[in-house]
Every structure is written in structure tokens, then in C-alpha cells.
């Protein structure tokens, strides 16, 4: 039997009800997607979701290990410090990860400065992921999205049914009754689910807290070097970000709500060194944790839009 | 966002899923908007966004229509209704609270179902200016069934009716009469205004004669814990997690009940006993669980247990059947067919089922049992079912999770349908299989041949009898035994009873196969010759033969062709609306998608077509 924690350093903590109650519902998802499907996957975006749903799923297969692999998909344009997070767990844990980068999109130029976020996000991240589900055959995806973070994501299914192009079409879903999920799919048909659907930004935050799930340094407050763009402020990560005339990088103490490719994703000025001060951070915001993506605000549905493309 | 921090190790926060329901334009979407904007948990960037879409498509005269927060999808905010089946979150210091905001027409009835399942407790929404609706018991009706035993009568656009105390207490007194068979343990009746917020965070100043809490106030502390703890045990084996091979453990959701480290367990249908020896979590192994909790269990003894089976406490077991009544909510536009297969998933386990009568349908609006054949779309049904294998259950009425299921079709896999389990019926339990001492292989040995049935599909006029006859005449010189079975005959003895109606010509498909079924255990090859018009039915009969001992033969005549030879003048007939339900007509054909023989017949002669098919029995090896 093989354990990947030592388990007399894990301490009986007592979750709130509710928390325990996701917890639990994201379990019976995770074995129900395993006892079902034959070849699994998760996908990893490293950000706060996917190492909440890791170490849901850690627990779920307890004492066994993670029965199946991590897909990374990498449009090489995410923050170094992800990528070293990244490479930190998966070590850490023991686990087995792909990682996966659109080769043809990358030989072709695309990238978030050069061809816009829309191009970027639907060539680098839509396109590599469906690469990545027909290269390995993977028949179900575990995806870390959330019902609150947006209006269409409101009204997936847990288990998301897709055709053989990966394409989800709104009005035609499953119904889902009880805890009695329809699992059953053709050849070349598959199934995305979302074991966090009912959980909230803020439900992840005290989970991690309480759970002590190590997250990317990047949502800690730190002086990094930012520029101001759209009313936003955006890391120079490295030296592939163009400056325009005028744009000044300068210091400041920011932290990010969510992570993606760098150039799109908005940092916010923040004093939040520790999990206490996220949470309590988060109390006081007057913004959504969106707000800080660019890729999202073209328009109001785009995300559904994107969705019906075979976006996570 | 909430305004209170939950410590590290206080268990006290708890989770409550309700659903909104009630007529459309009562103003369900409104008040969840109303909740969340009051909780706080809209933000700043959101309400921009509401600003721009209300003056857009707000339907509240340039105020900020709070429904369009919910209303997520682009069609619902172009025709301003809810389509689908949202679910919303907000919290307070005492609860957190998962809101189903469900569709309102009749048409989205399964929406509604669907919404409901999840749910603990019913927000019912009426206006003030309109009373009981139709649909207020059309919703009250669902809630019931699925199992809701709390209601809140939200009395709303109270504001619109001058805060009349007696107009509210009108409603509320017809409600109660007409709840009072619905089986509600409790309704608590509030008068709110949604849009202005009256009783719904803040308690109104202008309903002072008004002393109950505010909606909030209400869904903060109702108890509805539902007993499940207080159930008795039942586990729904999930997964066999055996990561080596010493260990077994059998993970799982405690269904309802608690175990602890000791007790014994009953594996339901096999009546194998053992003990629980560890309860196992990643947090470290636990003295007992309880209903809700995700664990993994091991046992004192080796037993047969898999994926599918019920662990339950040997002091009270459940019913065992294959047989048994319920309520089913029919959710696809392809009725339900009584006689078809399909499977039903009931907790972990898949199993064929059967509906095997429809006793009546129920008229959502007055309650009346109707006499029906199918049920359509939002039809809601009490029901016969039989299954493949016995299954292990309760009433739906004492326990939600082992006692519901849904029913998923064969071919496309949609879910169809949704039951509720009522009793078990005893008809099958003592009918056991007789074992036979000669066995199919035996009796076919004898006659030097691989006994199969030969099923011939296509329309009336196709050419199917013509080339079966053929077939079977060459055979039977070859010395092989043979019997051949045909649509028009076997109507005029066996299935006489029957007519040329979707469910009927499901009917005859089944009891034709079972036939077949029974002469290929006698080791015959069995010829048939029906239009069976359906993939559902000759699939089930392909089904009850082992592989290989199914061909199906598709005889391929486009209708015009049919129409033109018609050997029995019936295309004249239905062309003159003589006949209805006529294949290829009025009533679909749905064409083979592999068959194993596929037979064109423009341009080619029966005997041709029939030396074709015995040279691919030949093949298939069923004829030497």
C-alpha cells in the first residue's frame, strides 16, 4: 500500500459542514468518473481550483495512488513561477503528468502578443486540449471549473456531455437527478466533469486554508514588475512582453485571483501575504474573480461561446 | 460576501439546497437576484454588466432588472425566460445556500424535476395579484413526489397589492387546503416583495401584521436534516479500491444510516454477512460514518462484493425484486415505449429494465388518473418496471438515494426518464429459472447445424417473406431443421390482440422474439420475417440469443418501389387514409445501421437474393 503523504502528519481537523459536504460530493464524482470510464484524465491548470481538485482526488483513491495522469496543456506563455510550481507537485506527489503544447500553433506564431487573446486562447488552449484528448485517447476529463465563476457555467452539468468534436451544445444536456449520473457514452464521444461545480471562490480559499494544500506564490502580495494596460495591471514576466510608448514598468506590490497566460491575466494591488488575508481580502472585494481575465470581456456570452467550441 | 470568518475547526456552518418554483412571471428569478444582490455576493464589475443588459433587455422600465443576473444563457436573455436549470450560491455567517432556479412553463416540467431532486426544501413563488395558479400545483405536485417535505409559499409582489393582509391570508388558506394531500411536513407562508426587497433580508415596515421571520431568517434555521442519519445503513458500493494485493476496501457515500468500527453488514441479495473492520479516509482512519460521508470500508471476512451492490445493516434489510411500481417523470421527446428495454441506473448498479404496464398518468394540474398507453415528454407516470437482475431498494418515500432511479436508451444513451420507486411487486420472486438437463448446444449437435435466428427487416412489400420462403425451402433440402416465423401470421393467432400503434408494434416485436428465442434453444434456425420497425426492438431480440446467433437482414426496397409492386394493396389503402400507422408512411421505419446482410433488391430477383443470403449463413458458419 502506498500512501503519498505520511499520514501521523496529518492531524484530525475538523471541517465546517458544509465544506465537508463538497468535499464528500467531489469524491463520489471522482470514483464515479473512475469506475466508469476507461481512461481518465485531469486536467491541471495549477492555479488554486485544480490543487484543491488534486488533493480531492488524492483523497478519493486513498490508499491507492492517483489512478490516472494530469494533463497540463502549455501555450508557453504562463507565469515561470506556475511552471515551477508545477514541476514542484507533480515531484512532490509522485504523480504522472503530461504536458502538452500545440507544436503546429506554436510553428505558426501564435501567441497572445502577436495574434490577440482570442486567436491565442482558441488555437493554444481549445485546440491543444482537443489534440491532447484524441493523442491519448483520454475518454473523460476532470476539469476544476465552478458554477459561480460565470453565467453559462451556471447551468453545466457535472458530468458535461461532448460529441465527437468535443462540442457542448447547451440545449441538448442531460438531465442530472440526484446523485444517479449518466455516464455512458459512444466511441469518440466524451465526458468533461466538473468535480467542483458547487464549490465557491471562497469555499476553495478556507478549504485550502484548512487543508493546508500548498498554491502558486503568485496569489501572495509581493513587489513585482507590472506595467498598466487596459486598466489593468500586467507582469513582465519575461522579455516577451512589448512596451508601448509611455508604458513604464514599475514596482508594486500586487497579487493575481486567478492565474493564466500572463500578458491576459490582471493583477491586483493587494497587502495579502498569508491565507487569513486572502480570505478576509476577498470579504471586502467589490470585483469578480474573472474580472482580472482578458479573454472574457469581448462580450457578455463569450464564454458560452467559447464553451460550444470545446473550451474547458 | 459573507460578512462573518468560519475558524479553522468550528463544524457548525451547514450546506442547504433549495429550489425556486412557481408560475412564470411569479418572479422566481427576481428574488434569487434579490438574494444575492443583498448577500453581497454580486460584484461591482457584475452589476456593470447588469446595468448595460437591463437596458438591453430589462423588462423593469430602465431600474435594473435583477432577474437578468441569473438568466445566464444568451437565448434566456432574449426571450427573458429560464430555459434550463441554474444554480446560484450566496452564504451567510450560518449557512451556506445552493439555489436551483428552475424554468416555469410546463414544457420544462423535467427541469423543475430535475432541480427538485437535489434539493431539501421548495421556495413555491405565487403572486399576490393572481392566487393558486395551475401551475403553482403543477410545481407543488413535483416537489411532492420527488420527495420535498418543506415548503416556502413566498406570497410575492405583495407591494403591488397595497400589503393587504386579508388578500395574503386568502391565498395562503387556499394553498393549505389544496397541500394538505401533498404530504408537506411543513409550510411556512411569507409575504415578500422580490423586487423591493420587503421580508426577504429585511423585514418590512409595511406589513406589520406580519409576525413570522423574514425569508432569510427562515432558510437560516429551518431543520431539515431529513433523518438520513437517523435510517437505517445503506452503502452503495462504488469502487473495489485494491491497490495491492493486501488490501481490499469498497469505497462508497454513506446512503443513509451511520456504521461504526464492529458493526456487522448485510451485502444486499446475496444475504452475505460480515463485519466492518476499518473505516478508512485519507484524513486518517475513523471509528464511524454517517450518511453523506465519501469512505472506504474493509470487512472482517472475505465476501463477494462489487461495483453495483448494496452494504446495508442485517437489521433492516431492504426489499429484493425485480419487479416493482413507481413514478416515472418522462423526459424525452421519444416516448416511452412499455415493452422496449432500457437501463436503469439505481444507486451504482446499471440493469436492463422493462416498463411492463402503465397503470396511469397523472394530470399535473387536477391530479386525475388518466388511462394511457406511452408517456410522452413531461408526462409523469405510475408504473409497472421489471429488470434484468433483482434489485436491491426501499420506497422512494423512506429513502431518496436507494430509492430512485433513471432510465437511460440503448442505442443513443440519453437519459429518459426518472423513477421513484413505490413497493415491489412479488409476482416474479417465486418463478425460478428451471435447469435443463439438455442444453441448446446438445439439441443443435443432433441436427448438425448452429442454430440462429434469421431476422428479416424492411418495409411492407420489401420482398421479406418472398426470400425467407426461398431461403428456407433450400435449407430445409440441405437437411437442416428450420421453422419460419411471419409477421402476418403470427398477428392472426399470437399477438391477435394487437394493433399497428407505436407500443403494440413494440409488443409484438418482444413476444415474437421471445418465440424465436425459445425455437433457437430448441437448436433451430428460426427465419423471421417482420417490418419491425424499430432499432430498440430488434436490438432487444438480438439481445436475447447468445453473439453470433442473431443476423439480421436487412431487405433494402426504397417505398416508392414497394409502393408500386404492393402485393397486398395496402400502400392503395393507406394512400387513400384507409390505414393508419403505416410504415413508411405515417409511421417511421428506422433502417438497419450494420446489419449483418444487407440486401438491395432494385434490379435483382428473389432467388438471387436468397442464394446470396444462404452463401453468408454459410460463411457465418451457421449452415455447413
Not at chain 1, 440545449?171 to 467542483?196: A, D, H, K
Request: glycine share 8%; proline share 4%.
Amino acid at each position: 500500500m502506498d500512501t503519498s503523504v505520511p499520514q501521523n502528519e496529518i492531524s484530525q481537523r475538523l471541517l465546517p459542514k458544509h465544506l465537508k459536504s463538497l468535499e464528500a460530493e467531489s469524491i463520489e464524482i471522482m470514483r464515479e468518473v473512475f469506475a466508469e470510464f476507461k481512461a481518465p484524465v485531469m486536467l491541471y491548470s495549477i492555479g488554486k481550483d485544480s490543487a484543491v481538485m488534486l488533493h480531492l482526488a488524492i483523497k478519493a483513491f486513498h490508499p491507492a495512488r492517483l489512478p490516472f495522469p494530469l494533463l497540463h496543456v502549455d501555450t508557453t506563455w504562463k507565469f515561470r513561477e506556475m511552471i515551477a510550481f508545477r514541476d514542484e507537485t507533480v515531484g512532490r506527489l509522485g504523480i504522472n503528468l503530461i504536458v502538452h503544447v500545440n507544436e503546429d500553433g506554436l510553428a505558426r506564431g501564435i501567441g497572445p502578443i502577436a495574434s490577440g487573446s482570442s486567436v491565442h486562447t482558441q488555437i493554444m488552449k481549445t485546440e491543444a486540449l482537443k489534440q491532447a484528448l484524441d493523442l491519448h485517447g483520454f475518454d473523460a476529463a476532470f476539469g476544476g471549473a465552478r458554477r459561480d465563476e460565470e453565467k453559462s457555467r451556471a447551468k453545466e452539468r457535472i458530468f458535461s456531455f461532448r460529441s465527437q468534436g468535443h462540442a457542448w451544445d447547451p440545449r441538448n444536456q442531460r438531465p442530472e437527478l440526484w446523485n444517479l449520473f449518466n455516464t455512458r457514452i459512444r466511441p469518440g464521444e466524451t465526458i468533461r466533469v466538473f468535480p467542483l461545480s458547487n464549490w465557491t471562490e471562497l469555499d476553495i480559499w478556507h478549504y485550502i486554508t484548512l487543508e493546508d494544500i500548498p498554491v502558486v506564490p503568485l496569489y501572495f502580495a509581493k513587489r513585482r514588475p507590472v506595467v498598466r494596460r487596459d486598466g489593468a495591471w500586467i507582469m513582465v514576466d519575461d522579455d516577451r512582453l512589448p512596451l508601448a510608448p509611455g508604458e513604464q514598468v514599475e514596482m508594486r506590490r500586487v497579487r493575481f485571483r486567478t492565474l493564466g497566460c500572463y500578458p491576459l491575466t490582471g493583477a491586483i494591488e493587494s497587502d495579502a501575504i498569508t491565507l487569513e488575508d486572502i480570505v478576509s481580502e476577498m470579504r471586502s472585494t467589490r470585483l469578480s474573480e474573472r474580472q482580472g481575465r482578458l479573454i472574457d470581456s469581448d462580450e457578455t456570452a463569450s464564454m458560452e461561446k467559447k464553451k460550444r467550441e470545446g473550451y474547458f | 460576501m459573507d460578512g462573518v470568518d468560519v475558524p479553522a475547526g468550528q463544524a457548525g456552518k451547514e450546506l442547504l439546497r433549495f429550489l425556486t418554483c412557481g408560475s412564470v412571471d411569479d418572479g422566481k428569478s427576481t428574488l434569487i437576484g434579490r438574494l444575492l444582490h443583498d448577500s453581497k455576493q454580486i460584484f461591482q464589475d457584475q452589476l456593470s454588466a447588469l446595468a448595460r443588459d437591463s437596458a438591453r433587455y430589462g423588462t423593469t422600465g430602465g431600474h435594473v432588472d435583477l432577474a437578468l443576473l441569473v438568466d445566464g444563457l444568451e437565448a434566456e436573455r432574449e426571450q427573458g425566460i429560464t430555459i434550463d436549470v441554474a444554480y446560484r450560491f450566496f452564504s451567510t455567517s450560518k449557512r451556506s445556500f445552493i439555489v436551483a432556479d428552475t424554468p416555469g412553463h410546463e414544457q420544462y416540467t423535467r427541469n423543475m424535476a430535475t432541480g427538485a431532486s437535489k434539493a431539501d426544501l421548495a421556495v413555491l413563488l405565487i403572486d399576490a395579484r393572481k392566487g393558486v395558479l395551475v401551475q403553482t400545483r403543477r410545481h407543488s405536485l413535483i416537489c411532492s413526489l420527488l420527495g420535498l417535505r418543506h415548503v416556502v409559499l413566498a406570497v410575492n409582489k405583495i407591494d403591488l397589492v397595497s400589503y393587504d393582509s386579508d388578500i395574503f391570508e386568502r391565498i395562503v388558506s387556499q394553498y393549505r387546503a389544496f397541500a394538505s394531500e401533498l404530504g408537506f411536513s411543513s409550510i411556512a407562508a411569507i409575504p415578500i416583495s422580490a423586487r423591493n426587497g420587503d421580508n426577504v433580508m429585511r423585514r418590512s415596515d409595511q406589513t406589520s401584521w406580519y409576525r413570522g421571520p423574514t425569508l432569510l431568517d427562515y432558510l437560516e434555521t429551518v431543520d431539515v436534516t431529513q433523518e438520513m442519519t437517523g435510517k437505517p445503513f445503506r452503502f452503495p458500493v462504488q469502487w473495489v479500491n485494491r491497490p495491492g494485493p493486501d488490501f481490499r476496501g469498497y469505497a462508497g457515500t454513506v446512503a443513509s444510516g451511520t456504521i461504526g468500527v464492529g458493526d456487522p453488514i448485510t451485502a444486499a441479495g446475496s444475504g452475505q454477512t460480515s463485519r466492518v473492520k476499518e473505516l478508512i479516509t485519507y484524513d486518517g482512519p475513523q471509528s464511524s460514518a454517517q450518511a453523506g460521508d465519501a469512505i472506504t470500508l474493509t470487512l472482517t471476512s472475505e465476501i463477494d462484493i462489487s461495483r453495483g451492490d448494496l452494504l446495508v445493516s442485517p437489521a433492516s434489510d431492504t426489499e429484493i425484486s425485480d419487479q416493482f411500481a413507481a413514478h416515472i417523470i418522462w423526459m424525452s421527446d421519444q416516448a416511452l415505449m412499455p415493452g422496449r428495454s432500457y437501463l436503469a441506473r439505481i444507486g451504482t448498479r446499471t440493469t436492463p429494465i422493462t416498463v411492463t404496464g402503465i397503470k396511469y398518468r397523472i394530470d399535473v394540474n387536477t391530479r386525475e388518473h388518466l388511462a394511457t398507453h406511452t408517456l410522452g415528454l413531461n408526462d409523469i407516470g405510475f408504473c409497472n418496471l421489471s429488470t434484468g437482475t433483482p434489485v436491491a431498494f426501499d420506497p422512494y418515500e423512506q429513502n431518496r438515494k436507494t430509492g430512485s432511479f433513471i432510465m437511460i436508451d440503448r442505442l443513443t444513451n440519453h437519459t429518459l426518464g426518472a423513477g421513484m420507486i413505490a413497493f415491489g411487486l412479488r409476482r416474479g420472486t417465486n418463478i425460478h429459472w428451471q435447469a435443463t438437463l439438455i442444453g441448446k448446444a446438445e439439441r443443435a449437435a443432433h441436427k448438425h447445424q448452429r442454430p440462429a435466428i434469421i431476422w428479416l427487416t424492411g418495409l411492407s412489400g420489401a420482398g421479406k417473406s418472398t426470400i425467407a420462403n426461398m431461403v428456407e425451402r433450400q435449407l430445409h433440402a440441405a437437411g437442416h431443421h428450420t421453422m419460419m416465423l411471419d409477421g402476418d401470421n403470427v398477428r392472426h393467432g399470437l399477438n391477435r390482440d394487437l394493433g399497428f400503434t407505436e407500443p403494440d408494434r413494440v409488443e409484438n416485436i418482444r413476444r415474437a422474439g421471445e418465440v424465436a428465442k425459445l425455437m433457437v434453444d430448441a437448436g433451430l434456425i428460426v427465419l423471421c420475417s417482420f417490418i419491425s420497425p424499430y432499432r430498440a426492438e430488434r436490438e432487444a431480440v438480438r439481445r436475447l440469443v447468445a453473439d453470433g446467433e442473431f443476423v439480421e437482414v436487412f431487405v433494402d426496397t426504397p417505398i416508392d418501389e414497394c409502393a408500386k409492386r404492393d402485393p397486398k394493396g395496402l400502400y392503395a389503402k393507406a394512400k387513400a387514409g384507409e390505414i393508419k400507422n403505416f410504415t413508411g408512411f405515417d409511421a417511421p421505419y428506422e433502417a438497419p445501421e450494420n446489419p449483418e446482410i444487407h440486401l438491395q433488391t432494385i434490379g435483382q430477383q428473389p432467388e438471387q437474393l436468397a442464394q446470396r443470403l444462404v452463401r453468408t449463413l454459410t460463411e457465418l458458419g451457421i449452415v455447413g
